[in-house]
């Protein structure tokens, strides 16, 4: 067996190099001042950096480089991911390279635009259409050499989202649509302040209707849940609330329900109220906008309250000569003046005529039928290949829903009041009286006939053809 000895090292040697890497040493650099504030020509205050907006080595080296050789300079794309008090900027020069010029505000993207614009480039900036109105697209529409692009909302960036990666998709595609690609963007039509104002009076009228059904079967649930079950489910009105408090008041357990009622009726009573104001800005002046139902009692009770607890009290109150001060009324959105001076067909009312007014905003902004058809959404899916062509089924539904949802509705009316219109005939082994056709045949043949009327009052209201001519009076 042999034997080991361990031998020591003289204390002179020198021990090995270690393998441990040198620690790191960094530079911090010293926090920036705060930017001093300077008032803007608006009033807001801008950061003093704002007067010289700062861009990247890159873009400026590339702005530089484009310029000095003499020739025009490429168009200059630049995007926004907007939010509510600026959005993340990406800019591109002609179809080069995409540059992150970060976050900014809406006061150093506008005044980044207008210093791109003041060099003698030409931009086109664009944007979502996100909610944040157009108040933007007006700034940059006014500049000179700015072109300016509000797109539809789309998934940009896949399951991976941030505002960095779509500002730089939203700069790709934009080139891409400069350069002849029209499907990479889907531009939209930008309203007028009027018809922005005029379109947002429909969807209150929408939103009081929707909060006045939820909070009648929020009451009538209730009642149900309570075992009370003879009651109408439109417990709320004049003629039906008398009954329904007599019938609570007389047995001591419902004392509790009838008061938990009370203040959802009161809630309903103001919306109504609302509801039936919002009509009269839809309406004509010299039309009525009841129906002869309960809702004209309902507006008596609503009128005859205090104008400070009351909406529609107030807003009278406000358009009175004598309450405003002696100064003028107050004006509200003007109806669109898009086929006004065609007399509306039979069956279709007053109401429904101004809210699909409201709704498209102008007529004449469809070029042709297919665009009329695809505007709401009625449009027959297809699933064809080589030479089997395959339609029908559900229809794509890419339109506007509310505005589909009112065709649909006023087809099954004009059934009745306009039997000789040439969808109905078309229909008629489906939609006749006679007909034996199941529901679902029904159905469709109904979706069929809500894209072919809304082509027909298109070409109507736009002067292409008379009433007479599809079978109207």
Same mark, same amino acid.
């Given at each position: 067996?042999?034997? *080991?000895?361990?031998?020591?090292? !003289?204390?002179?040697?020198?021990?090995?190099?270690?393998?441990?890497?040198?620690?790191? $040493?960094?530079?911090?650099?010293?926090?920036?001042?705060?930017?001093?504030?300077?008032?803007?020509?608006?009033?807001?205050?801008? !950061?003093?950096?704002?007067?010289?907006?700062?861009?990247?080595?890159? #873009?400026?080296?590339?702005?530089?480089?484009?310029?000095?050789?003499? &020739?025009?300079?490429?168009?200059?794309?630049?995007?926004? &991911?907007?939010?509510?008090?600026?959005?993340?900027?990406?800019?591109?020069?002609?179809?080069?390279?995409?540059?992150?010029?970060?976050?900014?505000?809406?006061?150093? #993207?506008?005044?980044?635009?207008?210093?791109?614009?003041?060099?003698?480039?030409?931009?086109?900036?664009?944007?979502?259409?996100?909610?944040?109105? *157009?108040?933007?697209?007006?700034?940059?529409?006014?500049?000179?050499?700015?072109?300016?692009?509000?797109?539809?909302?789309?998934?940009?960036?896949?399951?991976?989202?941030?505002?960095?990666?779509?500002?730089?998709?939203?700069?790709?595609?934009?080139?891409? *649509?400069?350069?002849?690609?029209?499907?990479?963007?889907?531009?939209?039509?930008?309203?007028?302040? &009027?018809?922005?104002?005029?379109?947002?009076?429909?969807?209150? $009228?929408?939103q009081a209707l929707g909060s006045i059904g939820r909070l009648q079967r929020q009451g009538w649930s209730l009642m149900q849940q309570h075992d009370?079950?003879?009651?109408?489910?439109?417990?709320?009105?004049?003629?039906?609330?008398?009954?329904?408090?007599?019938?609570?008041?007389?047995?001591?357990?419902?004392?509790?329900?009838?008061?938990?009622?009370? !203040?959802?009726?009161?809630?309903?009573?103001?919306?109504?109220?609302?509801?039936?104001?919002?009509?009269?800005?839809?309406?004509?002046?010299?039309?009525?906008?009841?129906?002869?139902?309960?809702?004209?009692?309902?507006?008596? &009770?609503?009128?005859?309250?205090?104008?400070?607890?009351?909406?529609?009290?107030?807003?009278?109150?406000?358009?009175?000569?004598?309450?405003?001060?002696?100064?003028?009324?107050?004006?509200?959105?003007?109806?669109?003046?898009?086929?006004?001076?065609?007399?509306?067909?039979?069956?279709?009312?007053?109401?429904?005529?101004?809210?699909?007014?409201?709704?498209?905003?102008?007529?004449?902004? #469809?070029?042709? $039928?297919?665009?009329?058809?695809? #505007?709401?959404?009625?449009?027959?899916?297809? *699933?064809?290949?080589?030479?089997?062509?395959?339609?029908?089924?559900?229809?794509? $539904?890419?339109?506007?829903?509310?505005?589909?949802?009112l065709m649909t509705e006023l087809v099954w009316r004009l059934r009745k009041f306009q039997p000789e219109w040439r969808g109905f005939v078309k229909?008629?082994?489906?939609?006749?009286?006679?007909?034996?056709?199941?529901r679902p045949a029904r159905k469709k043949a109904i979706t069929a006939c809500v894209r072919l009327l809304f082509i027909d009052l298109w070409r109507?209201?736009?002067?292409?053809?008379?009433?007479?001519?599809?079978?109207?009076?």
């Amino acid at each position: 067996m042999k034997n *080991y000895t361990l031998k020591s090292r !003289p204390l002179s040697q020198a021990p090995k190099a270690s393998n441990t890497k040198p620690a790191i $040493r960094t530079r911090t650099r010293p926090a920036p001042p705060p930017p001093s504030q300077t008032p803007s020509p608006g009033g807001s205050s801008i !950061p003093a950096a704002c007067a010289s907006p700062v861009l990247t080595k890159k #873009f400026q080296a590339a702005l530089s480089k484009a310029s000095g050789t003499g &020739d025009p300079i490429p168009l200059v794309h630049v995007s926004i &991911d907007r939010d509510k008090s600026g959005g993340h900027v990406f800019a591109a020069l002609g179809l080069g390279h995409a540059h992150d010029l970060g976050k900014r505000s809406l006061e150093e #993207f506008h005044h980044l635009i207008s210093h791109l614009s003041t060099q003698g480039l030409k931009l086109i900036v664009v944007q979502e259409s996100c909610g944040f109105g *157009y108040a933007m697209h007006r700034t940059l529409a006014s500049m000179p050499d700015v072109q300016a692009l509000t797109v539809h909302c789309q998934s940009l960036s896949g399951k991976r989202k941030t505002d960095r990666m779509d500002a730089r998709q939203l700069c790709l595609r934009l080139q891409q *649509y400069s350069s002849g690609n029209h499907d990479a963007l889907r531009p939209i039509r930008v309203p007028t302040p &009027d018809q922005v104002r005029a379109r947002s009076e429909v969807t209150l $009228r929408g939103q009081a209707l929707g909060s006045i059904g939820r909070l009648q079967r929020q009451g009538w649930s209730l009642m149900q849940q309570h075992d009370v079950h003879d009651l109408p489910a439109r417990w709320w009105t004049r003629v039906a609330w008398p009954k329904v408090r007599n019938r609570l008041s007389q047995q001591p357990d419902h004392i509790w329900l009838l008061t938990m009622l009370e !203040p959802i009726r009161a809630i309903i009573v103001q919306l109504r109220a609302w509801q039936l104001s919002i009509e009269d800005l839809l309406l004509p002046e010299a039309m009525p906008s009841t129906a002869g139902d309960e809702a004209s009692d309902e507006r008596d &009770d609503a009128y005859n309250e205090e104008p400070a607890s009351n909406p529609a009290a107030k807003r009278v109150a406000a358009k009175s000569p004598v309450a405003n001060g002696g100064q003028e009324p107050i004006t509200v959105a003007p109806t669109p003046a898009t086929g006004a001076d065609i007399a509306t067909p039979h069956g279709m009312g007053a109401l429904t005529r101004a809210v699909l007014d409201r709704r498209i905003g102008d007529w004449h902004r #469809f070029n042709n $039928r297919k665009q009329v058809g695809s #505007f709401i959404g009625a449009c027959p899916g297809e *699933y064809s290949s080589g030479g089997v062509q395959q339609q029908g089924g559900k229809i794509d $539904r890419r339109g506007d829903p509310h505005l589909r949802a009112l065709m649909t509705e006023l087809v099954w009316r004009l059934r009745k009041f306009q039997p000789e219109w040439r969808g109905f005939v078309k229909f008629a082994a489906i939609l006749g009286p006679e007909s034996k056709a199941g529901r679902p045949a029904r159905k469709k043949a109904i979706t069929a006939c809500v894209r072919l009327l809304f082509i027909d009052l298109w070409r109507l209201f736009t002067g292409q053809l008379q009433a007479s001519d599809i079978g109207l009076n």
